[in-house]
């Protein structure tokens, strides 16, 4: 079974880092582009991040930029996003989404990504 689940979700306070985890079972993630999306209670769905297969190239919504920042794991099959200097505004719930191929104008778009996972909640409260 083609799976991806998410992890790191949790109440933080203003100001405050969360690293958020995207783990693939059943298939490899390092074979496929990776983004992270958050949705906020009554608003769209948006792309945060992605990131490319060889993890050479990233790209960041504006609201995240200089705060956000994705890598691939060491360890296989795993793509982190490192959140600093989290703001109310950031809180959502957060997915992962693997894509086999996107292009700079594709990347943030639902529709370009095959696989998704069911979401870790991120709270920003204080």
């Known amino acids: 079974q083609l799976q991806l689940v998410e992890s790191g979700g949790d109440l933080v306070q203003p100001g405050g880092s969360l690293r958020l985890s995207c783990s693939a079972s059943?298939?490899?993630?390092?074979?496929?582009?990776v983004g992270w999306f958050r949705q906020a209670p009554g608003k769209e769905r948006e792309g945060v991040s992605c990131?490319?297969?060889?993890?050479?190239?990233?790209h960041y919504a504006d609201s995240v930029k200089g705060r956000f920042t994705i890598a691939r794991g060491d360890a296989k099959n795993t793509v982190y996003l490192q959140k600093n200097g989290l703001k109310a505004e950031d809180t959502a719930v957060y997915y992962c989404?693997?894509?086999?191929?996107?292009?700079?104008?594709?990347?943030?778009?639902?529709?370009?990504?095959?696989?998704w996972g069911q979401g870790t909640q991120v709270t920003v409260s204080s």
């Open positions: 990131i490319t297969t060889a993890g050479d190239v990233t």
């Open positions: 059943g298939f490899t993630l390092d074979y496929y582009a």
């Open positions: 989404a693997a894509a086999t191929n996107w292009t700079p104008t594709t990347r943030t778009t639902r529709a370009t990504y095959d696989y």
